[in-house]
C-alpha cells in the first residue's frame, strides 16, 4: 500500500513548493523559496492556514512575505526570476475576485518577458454550494466561467485544481513550465476556495524533494555549419545581444567571440550588460532608441547575428534599422519562434553552448581590419553625443540626461538600475553604462508603468548585497508606488530616484512629434479658456507622499544637490528616495531611429496633417526581412 498523508490541498501545496529545486550547471538553488500574498476571502483560511501552520510547526519551508497590491508582488517576483537567470521566482496568492484579478496585468509582463513566475488565484466555490458569493462572475454564459479565465491568455500553463487530487498532476506540470527556458512565463493555478482547506490522503513521494534540471539545448552540428558559413561570408556583420545571452550566462563567450571575429555587439534592453559598455566590441543599444553606433551599423550589416533575441519593434525601429537590401540574419535562440524569425537560419540553442560551438568553425576567422577601424569610428562619435548629453548645462531644472550622467558617476559597476516605462527607457538605452550583466534592469517587453518600485522590492531579495536603485517617473510612482511600505517593513534598503516632470515626457514628446499636441499628457489643472489640461502645475507633493510611507526622502533641484543626495542615500541602511525635479520638454538625447505610431490619414489639424507626411515617409523604408 502506498504511504500516505492527511492534509488539506492547501496544506500539501505549500509542502510540495517548499521541496522544489532548480539546478544547472550543477548549481541548485530553491525553485520557490517563498509564497507573496494578500489574505481576504479565498484564501484566508486555505492558503493562509497552511502558511501559517508551515511558519507554526517548522514542516514545510515556506516563509510568507505581505504585499500592497497584488500587481505588485508579482512584479516583485518577476524583478526576482530576472536577477536570478529565470531558476527561481516565487508563488503569489490572492484571494477571491478583484485580488486576483490585480495579478492579471504582472501575468502578461511575465509571459511576455519570458520570466517564471507561479501564480494561485483563488477560485469560486468548486461545489458551489453558496453562489454567487461575494466576488464572484455570474456568467449566463456558463456556470463554471470565473474571472480566473482571464488569466488562460496570458499564461504559459493554466489549470484549475476543482478536486484535491487534480493538484498532482497540476503542479508537476506547473513546474515543468517554470523550469523550461522556451516555455516559461506565468504559471497559474487556480484554486477554488472550498478545494484549498478539504483534506485528502496524498501520496509522501508527492512532497519527496524534487530536483528540475534547467537544460542547455546542444545545437545541430549541421545547424553550426550553416551558420558559419553564413557568418564568414559577411563583410559588414552585427551582433545584436538580447535577454537569452544573460539569462544563459553567456557573457564570457560573448565577448571572446566578438574580440576574436571582431564583430561588433548592440544590444537590445534585455541584453545590455552582457559586454561592457567600454569594450571594444559594444557599439550599444539598437532600434528606435538606439545609438548612433548601433544603429549606423546596422543600417549596413550584410549579415546579423541575434543573440537570444526576440526582435521587438524597439529592437528593430520598427522593421526599418536593417537598411542593406540583401541582410540575412543567423539566429542563435534557445527558442525556434525567435530563432527563425526574418526567415533567419535559425541555431535553435542554448546561447553559451551556441557561441562555443560557432566559435570553432570561425576560429581562423576575423573581419576585415577596416571593419573594426569603422565600428571604433562610429564609437568614438557617440561617446562624443553621449557626453554632449551629460553636459547640457539645462537650465533652470536640469535635463534627465544629466541626471543620468551624474547617476552612472555615483553607482559601482554591481549596482542595479531599474525601469520600465516612460522617457528613462530610451535615455537609458543610450546612455546607460552597464559593465554587469545584471546592472541593466529595464524591462521593456511589456514596458509597464508600476513595475518599478515593486520590482526593487524582488531585485533586493534576489540579491541583497547589490546596490539596488530604482529610477522612476512621477507618472509611473503615481501608478504603484505603495512597495516602498513593503521596502520598509522587509527592511530592504533600495534607494528610489524619482524623477519628477508633471507629466508624461515620453508621451507628449511622442504626441508632439504625431501632430497631436502633447494633448492630455501633463499633470496640470484643467484651463477654463481652453477646457484643456494646460493649466498651472499641480500641488503634488510626492516627496512628502513617500515620506509618509516610510521612506528617507532627499530633494534635489539641480545635478549638484542630486549627486550630494546620491551619496547620502548610499551612505544610508535604510530606503531613501531622492526626489529629483526635471525638465518635462527635455533635451533627450538625439534619436538615431523610428517607432511606428500611425498617425490619422486624414484631420482637422494642421499639426497632424504635417506628421502624417512625416510618417508616410518612414514607412517607404518599412519592410518585411523576407
Ligand atoms: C500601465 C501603463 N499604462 C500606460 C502606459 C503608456 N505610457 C507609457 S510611458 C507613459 C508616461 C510615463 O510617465 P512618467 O512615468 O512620468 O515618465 P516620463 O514620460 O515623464 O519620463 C505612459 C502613460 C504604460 N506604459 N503602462
Ligand atoms: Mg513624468
Known amino acids: ?89 516565487f508563488a503569489c496568492t490572492a484571494s477571491t475576485g478583484p485580488g486576483s484579478t490585480n495579478m492579471i496585468t504582472g501575468a502578461a509582463l511575465a509571459t511576455t518577458n519570458r520570466l517564471p513566475v507561479l501564480l494561485l488565484p483563488s477560485d469560486m466555490f468548486a461545489t458551489r454550494a453558496a453562489d454567487p458569493v461575494l466576488q464572484q462572475l455570474e456568467d449566463t454564459r456558463g456556470g463554471d466561467v470565473t474571472v480566473n479565465d482571464a488569466f488562460r491568455a496570458v499564461s504559459k500553463y493554466f489549470d484549475r485544481v476543482s478536486r484535491p487530487e487534480q493538484l498532482v498532476p497540476a503542479a508537476l506540470a506547473a513546474m515543468r513550465v517554470l523550469t523550461d527556458p522556451v516555455e516559461t512565463g506565468a504559471v497559474t493555478l487556480a484554486l477554488p476556495q472550498d478545494v484549498q482547506a478539504e483534506a485528502h490522503d496524498w501520496p509522501v513521494d508527492f512532497f519527496r524533494r524534487r530536483v528540475w534540471h534547467v537544460g542547455r539545448p546542444v545545437p545541430e552540428p549541421p545547424a553550426v555549419e550553416r551558420a558559419a558559413r553564413l557568418l564568414r561570408g559577411a563583410r559588414t556583420p552585427l551582433i545584436v545581444a538580447g535577454g537569452g545571452a544573460v539569462y544563459s550566462g553567456a557573457e564570457t563567450e560573448l565577448r571572446a567571440f566578438a574580440e576574436a571575429t571582431g564583430i561588433p555587439v548592440a544590444d537590445t534592453h534585455a541584453g545590455k550588460g552582457a559586454v561592457p559598455w567600454d569594450h571594444p566590441c559594444a557599439v550599444g543599444g539598437i532600434g528606435s532608441t538606439g545609438a548612433y553606433a548601433a544603429n549606423e551599423l546596422a543600417r549596413e550589416a550584410d549579415v546579423v547575428l541575434g543573440i537570444g533575441t526576440r526582435y521587438s519593434d524597439f529592437t528593430t525601429a520598427s522593421h526599418t534599422v536593417f537598411g542593406n537590401p540583401d541582410v540575412t540574419f543567423v539566429n542563435l535562440n534557445v527558442a525556434r519562434l525567435d530563432a527563425v524569425k526574418h526567415s533567419a537560419e535559425p541555431l535553435v540553442a542554448d546561447a553559451r553552448l551556441g557561441l562555443q560551438a560557432l566559435a570553432g568553425p570561425l576560429a581562423d576567422w576575423e573581419v576585415d581590419p577596416r571593419y573594426r577601424a569603422r565600428t571604433r569610428e562610429l564609437i568614438a562619435r557617440t561617446r562624443e553625443i553621449e557626453d554632449a548629453c551629460f553636459t547640457v548645462g539645462h537650465g533652470p531644472l536640469p535635463a ?3 541626471i543620468l550622467g551624474a547617476l552612472n558617476d555615483a553607482l559601482d559597476d554591481r549596482a542595479v538600475v531599474i525601469n520600465a516605462a516612460g522617457s528613462l527607457p530610451g535615455d537609458l538605452q543610450q546612455l546607460w553604462r552597464a559593465r554587469d550583466p545584471k546592472a541593466y534592469h529595464v524591462e521593456y517587453a511589456y514596458s509597464c508603468m508600476g513595475y518599478e518600485v515593486a520590482a526593487g522590492v524582488g531585485a533586493k531579495m534576489a540579491d541583497p548585497s547589490r546596490e539596488v536603485v530604482v529610477l522612476v517617473g512621477d507618472g509611473s510612482y503615481l501608478m504603484m508606488a505603495q512597495e516602498i511600505v513593503t521596502m520598509v517593513s522587509e527592511g530592504l534598503k533600495v534607494i528610489v530616484v524619482l524623477v519628477q516632470n508633471h507629466g508624461f515626457a515620453s508621451i507628449g514628446a511622442l504626441s508632439e512629434s504625431l501632430g497631436s499636441q502633447r494633448f492630455g499628457t501633463k499633470y496640470r489643472y484643467r484651463d477654463d479658456s481652453s477646457g484643456l489640461l494646460d493649466g498651472d502645475v499641480l500641488p503634488v ?3 512628502a507622499n513617500a515620506s509618509n510611507l516610510g521612506a528617507d ?40 531611429g523610428w517607432w511606428d505610431v500611425p498617425v490619422s490619414e486624414v484631420s482637422a489639424l494642421e499639426s497632424t496633417r504635417t506628421a502624417r507626411a512625416a510618417y508616410a515617409a518612414h514607412k517607404l523604408s518599412q519592410r518585411h526581412y523576407l
Not at 3 to 17: G, H, I, K, S, W
Open 553 to 592: 526622502v532627499l530633494h534635489a533641484t539641480s545635478v549638484g544637490e542630486f549627486r550630494a543626495a546620491m551619496e547620502k542615500a548610499k551612505a544610508s541602511s535604510h530606503t531613501t528616495v531622492v526626489h529629483v525635479e526635471t525638465d518635462l520638454y527635455g533635451p533627450n538625447p538625439p534619436g538615431h
Open 541 to 543: 507633493d510626492l516627496a
Open 1 to 89: 500500500m502506498t504511504n500516505t498523508v492527511r492534509l488539506t490541498t492547501a496544506q500539501a501545496l505549500v509542502r510540495f513548493l517548499a521541496n522544489q529545486f532548480s539546478e544547472r550547471d550543477g548549481q541548485e538553488q530553491r525553485l520557490i523559496p517563498g509564497v507573496w500574498g494578500i489574505f481576504g476571502h479565498g484564501n484566508v483560511a486555505g492558503l493562509g492556514q497552511a502558511l501559517l501552520q508551515a511558519a507554526v510547526t517548522g514542516e514545510a519551508d515556506l516563509p510568507y512575505y505581505l504585499a500592497r497590491n497584488e500587481q505588485g508582488m508579482v512584479h516583485a517576483s518577476v524583478a526576482y526570476a530576472k536577477m536570478r537567470d529565470r531558476l527561481a521566482t
Open 400 to 402: 534627465q540626461t544629466e
